[in-house]
């Protein structure tokens, strides 16, 4: 694979963040992906979202799978630590190194094709397990690498660019990951940056499981006008739970302006807030059978719901379930982590 690096140089007057950083900072190298691909739009608001949370670069760790969604890495966070496995088994290696390591930002990028088939068992543990990541689908609906295949996510009544239908029903990944324990979802389209931004400000706040499905249309092989995956049919049947989003983060001072019943506000762990200006006062999105009910109505109306349409605001994670050390196994040095056979002897006489 060529890499394409970017230009150094950039303009004295670019906005700088709080660690005087600018965006070019969050940038990686150039996208090789096709021109127009919604992946690479997700990919500018990922940078756009850890520009304005003032994150640090080597605080985050990006891993991805196989596929075009999981070329992005290289092409955002370039001071990050990244990490590109095999086929369907990003979540068992983010695992392991959040395992190692709990203080670090975990952002997981994959596909529909990644996730909904050869690492459906990865994604199922991973959400149940509760692991405290961001996880990002890039859903196109086929294989964009292998000239266009039907994935698991393609919806039954889409048919392919040359007209073949799909003969099976689609996998929805969010009623999945809310089904198994997933603490926040939420579902949005690549060419919509007011609401995809703050969804991933949020979600990176979270601590426990945070999945977003975002629908990314394949200008090459998924973007025809029967396609349920295009650019025009998500436009034209976009059904917003809610018609603003605003990501507050602890620190600031909250200040907002609303009529009473139209606006909701969830609290994250670490204090920062996400207001919704709901546009549907019917959708509860802290009911996780609201939540399902949701997305399948919109569906059977040929709607795509997208928004935050769950959330548990008092969600743990995998270190909370396993009472792991406060300190990262990482930092722990090998006379605590390997005490000597007295202590194995007593954690043995336990389970005697």
Do not use: W
Not at 2 to 18: D, E, F, G, S, V
Not at 259 to 282: F, M, P, Q, W, Y
Request: hydrophobic share 35%; proline share 4%.
């Amino acid at each position: 694979m060529t890499y394409i690096t970017k230009p150094l140089a950039h303009h004295p007057a670019l906005p700088r963040n709080a660690l005087d950083l600018t965006r070019r900072d969050y940038e990686g190298s150039m996208s090789t992906l096709c021109a127009g691909c919604g992946h690479d739009s997700i990919t500018a608001a990922i940078i756009e979202a850890c520009f304005e949370m003032d994150l640090p670069a080597h605080r985050i760790a990006k891993l991805s799978g196989i596929g075009c969604s999981s070329k992005t890495p290289t092409y955002f966070l370039g001071r990050s630590h990244g990490f590109n496995s095999v086929h369907g088994r990003m979540p068992s290696v983010t695992t392991g190194a959040n395992m190692a390591n709990k203080d670090l930002v975990y952002i997981g990028v994959s596909g529909d094709g990644d996730t909904a088939s050869i690492g459906l068992g990865q994604f199922a543990h991973a959400v149940r397990r509760k692991l405290n990541m961001t996880y990002i689908v890039m859903n196109n609906g086929c294989y964009g690498l292998t000239k266009g295949q039907f994935s698991a996510t393609n919806d039954k009544s889409s048919p392919s660019k040359k007209g073949e239908a799909n003969p099976f029903d689609a996998i929805d990944l969010c009623q999945m990951a809310i089904q198994l324990g997933a603490g926040f979802v939420g579902r949005s389209f690549s060419g919509d940056k007011k609401q995809l931004i703050p969804l991933i400000k949020a979600a990176i706040s979270y601590k426990g499981f945070a999945f977003l499905d975002v629908i990314s249309p394949c200008v090459t092989f998924n973007n025809h006008p029967a396609s349920t995956k295009s650019f025009d049919y998500v436009r034209a049947h976009n059904h917003a739970v809610e018609n603003k989003l605003d990501f507050v983060e602890p620190q600031e001072e909250i200040t907002i302006s609303y009529e009473a019943g139209t606006t909701a506000a969830v609290t994250l762990h670490d204090g920062s807030r996400l207001i919704l200006n709901k546009l549907d006062h019917g959708h509860d999105f802290r009911d996780r059978d609201a939540a399902i009910m949701t997305i399948r109505q919109n569906a059977n109306d040929g709607q795509v719901a997208t928004g935050l349409l769950y959330v548990n605001e008092t969600g743990d994670d995998l270190h909370d379930a396993l009472q792991t050390s406060d300190r990262p196994l990482n930092e722990i040095p090998v006379s605590e982590l390997c005490p000597g056979s007295k202590a194995l002897e007593g954690i043995n006489a336990r389970f005697r």
